[in-house]
């Protein structure tokens, strides 16, 4: 791996999301003898390096960051930036609105390349890739979007997305002979077969599932869960933590002033080990069962509510008596005896 630039080679940064799409991009740039290093923004929420880490169903499956992985791929330095408390802003008060759920996609995108641009100037590089398509997303890969992130990351002509170069106007690497535009390409639409040939002529394999997804604003079940939480606090903010929570167990929420945060499985229950003592807590101890958290004030009878349902989710469902540890945030304990609620009982409306 050659990660020092020549002098006279000219340098390039690429948007890395981990996605099949950033990865063929940045080939294209690299194979023409630009210097290339990547870019992958944390935000918090990401969806697979946190969720796939966790869950113990999914052994199977390789654990891995598949934006580290694509830089392997391509044998160049990746920078991974924590963007969280900026980000803030982009999501609680996107200028374009929001997608079919809560996701800010076209403010999101330009918001991107504008940090990318911050970090090019800073490090003397001379412009920006990124994976877009056009006509691929509904929101900000559209021919009338597109020039949108240009002007509102400031890019301008040094944003040059290769995957569709041949449908937009030459770009500055383009006009200044950098980058052969004959090599760039003209994909367009939503289908991901192309992208999917090209890598089998590279000879990429085991990349990203195409069209997958990265974060979880896109999400509509993650989205009630945000909207839930701002509802029950009464302002729309949040913290990593929160938008970490929100990601693991069930959340249920029985009454206004309260909500359980039910671990599903035994990886679940062990990241839910790590907030026990920001939360109520409540395990079953005559039976196999989950730990639960309890977000909000309680009374007795609402913790009594509470040690119900979370009797319903163990190996005691069927059983006449479950007997539970309940344990405070300052530490103090104490047991309940009580019958689980039935699943009919659980009403729908209760699951965020």
């Not at 003592?277 to 395990?283: P, S």
Request: hydrophobic content about 40%.
């Amino acid at each position: 791996m050659n990660t020092t630039p020549s002098p006279a080679q000219r340098k390039a940064v690429a948007l890395i999301s981990g996605g099949l799409d950033s990865l063929l991009a940045a080939k294209l740039v690299l194979d023409q003898g630009i210097h290339v290093e990547g870019l992958n923004f944390f935000t918090g929420f990401c969806v697979e390096g946190h969720t796939h880490a966790i869950r113990q169903r999914d052994n199977p499956k390789p654990k891995r960051n598949n934006a580290l992985w694509v830089a392997e791929q391509l044998g160049i330095k990746l920078h991974i930036i924590d963007v969280i408390e900026p980000y803030k802003q982009v999501l609680l008060n996107p200028k374009h609105g929001y997608g079919a759920n809560l996701n800010p996609c076209l403010d999101c995108k330009s918001f991107m390349v504008g940090k990318a641009l911050e970090w090019a100037q800073a490090n003397d590089f001379d412009f920006i890739i990124t994976g877009e398509v056009i006509g691929q997303r509904p929101m900000s890969q559209r021919a009338d979007t597109m020039p949108v992130v240009q002007r509102e990351s400031g890019a301008g002509d040094r944003l040059l997305r290769p995957l569709c170069a041949k449908h937009l106007a030459p770009t500055l690497p383009e006009r200044e002979g950098w980058i052969d535009r004959d090599t760039l390409l003209d994909f367009n639409g939503r289908s991901r077969k192309p992208q999917m040939a090209l890598a089998a002529r590279y000879g990429f394999k085991d990349y990203a599932t195409p069209a997958g997804g990265c974060c979880f604003l896109t999400d509509a079940s993650y989205s009630r869960k945000l909207v839930d939480l701002w509802q029950a606090r009464g302002a729309r903010e949040y913290e990593l933590d929160d938008i970490m929570l929100l990601k693991v167990g069930r959340h249920i929420r029985p009454r206004p002033h309260f909500k359980m945060i039910v671990g599903r499985e035994e990886g679940e229950n062990n990241f839910l080990e790590g907030y026990r003592k920001q939360f109520i807590q409540l395990r079953s101890i005559s039976h196999r069962g989950p730990l639960v958290l309890i977000d909000g004030e309680v009374s007795d009878e609402d913790l009594r509510l509470a040690a119900q349902i979370a009797a319903r989710f163990g190996q005691g469902r069927e059983a006449e008596q479950v007997a539970l540890q309940v344990v405070r945030h300052n530490g103090e304990s104490q047991q309940l005896q009580v019958k689980p609620l039935g699943g009919e009982q659980i009403p729908p409306e209760w699951y965020i």
